[in-house]
């Protein structure tokens, strides 16, 4: 039951990202939690989330610099 409780938790986080990009980093994190959990479990995590959160965490990198004076 953990397994299923987690898996649709993901789903719901994938969802709520892409509903509200503005806050992102909080729900970013909260995938990370959940991703965690799931290796907890000695499950794996699949490959297309773990491209998807390294894509985010390059996004967010890219947006420190937007601000900064040339």
């Given amino acids: 039951?953990?397994?299923e409780q987690?898996?649709?938790g993901i789903a719901l986080l994938m969802e709520e990202i892409?509903?509200?990009?503005?806050d992102r980093h909080v729900l970013l994190e909260e995938l990370r939690?959940?991703?965690?959990?799931?290796?907890?479990?000695?499950?794996?995590?699949?490959?297309d989330l773990e491209v998807l959160?390294?894509?985010l965490d390059d996004?967010?990198?890219?947006?420190?610099?937007?601000?900064?004076p040339v």
């Fill in 59 to 68: 996004d967010d990198a890219d947006d420190i610099f937007d601000n900064m």
């Fill in 33 to 47: 939690e959940k991703l965690a959990e799931l290796r907890g479990l000695g499950l794996g995590v699949p490959n």
């Fill in 6 to 8: 987690l898996k649709a």
């Fill in 18 to 22: 892409e509903k509200r990009p503005e």
């Fill in 53 to 55: 959160i390294d894509r």
């Fill in 1 to 3: 039951m953990a397994f």
